[in-house]
T-cell receptor, first 109, second 111 residues
Framework: GIQVEQSPPDLILQEGANSTLRCNFS?????LQWFHQNPWGQLINLFY???GTKQNGRLSATTVATERYSLLYISSSQTTDSGVYFC???????????FGAGTRLFVKA | SQTIHQWPATLVQPVGSPLSLECTVE??????LYWYRQAAGRGLQLLFY??????ISSEVPQNLSASRPQDRQFILSSKKLLLSDSGFYLC??????????FGQGTRLTVV
């Protein structure tokens, strides 16, 4: 099956710093989403981005489907950005959304 | 607007006891429904998905089963819980090939 790899696995930032999270996938995908899991476990939708670039406030994402990767940019990080960021993909013709292992982010005040 | 309800939020059950977790979706029809499990400090593992009433696809052989008795209801069950069934269970829905939305999860501890 499709492999989804996220890097780095862990990241510690000083408040105000910028960061880039990466998601590589092993096969062509129909859909790609980025989620933030908060300390209470809730998964919050950040981006639905099978291709192209999107921005939402301090966050932006880019997916290059032909090269099988997606990037999540966090600018001017805040302590509330802490948590785990997941990339999830779905292969063509399927209904299954497969998750990467996540990047655990901690933003220090 | 669409909403997803998942309950209970937390559950402590003894080994060997049965389990029933329920998930319902409002504001949409014929959604694809999913059950995921997350072990502590790990990613999400897809357990079951359903594209319609009575249609269940299982991804991982295990001690659990799923049922979809109504269009917007998805139930995760076990006849006899194992210690290894402990984890955070999340229900999700989507329509067609669009983004998925998750419930708030059930934290299950088997003791």
């Amino acid at each position: 099956g499709i492999q989804v790899e996220q890097s780095p696995p862990d990241l510690i930032l000083q408040e105000g710093a910028n960061s880039t999270l990466r998601c590589n996938f092993s096969d062509s995908v129909n859909n790609l989403q980025w989620f933030h899991q908060n300390p209470w476990g809730q998964l919050i939708n950040l981006f639905y981005i099978p291709s192209g670039t999107k921005q939402n406030g301090r966050l932006s994402a880019t997916t290059v489907a032909t090269e099988r990767y997606s990037l999540l940019y966090i600018s001017s990080s805040q302590t509330t950005d802490s948590g785990v960021y997941f990339c999830a993909v779905e292969m063509g013709g399927g209904f299954k959304t497969i998750f990467g292992a996540g990047t655990r982010l901690f933003v220090k005040a | 607007s669409q909403t997803i309800h998942q309950w209970p939020a937390t559950l402590v059950q003894p080994v060997g006891s049965p389990l029933s977790l329920e998930c319902t979706v409002e504001g949409t029809s014929n959604p694809n429904l999913y059950w995921y499990r997350q072990a502590a400090g790990r990613g999400l593992q897809l357990l079951f998905y359903s594209v319609g009433i009575g249609q269940i696809s299982s991804e991982v052989p295990q001690n659990l089963s799923a049922s979809r008795p109504q269009d917007r209801q998805f139930i995760l069950s076990s006849k006899k819980l194992l210690l290894s069934d402990s984890g955070f269970y999340l229900c999700a829905w989507r329509t067609g090939f669009t983004e998925a939305f998750f419930g708030q999860g059930t934290r299950l501890t088997v003791v």
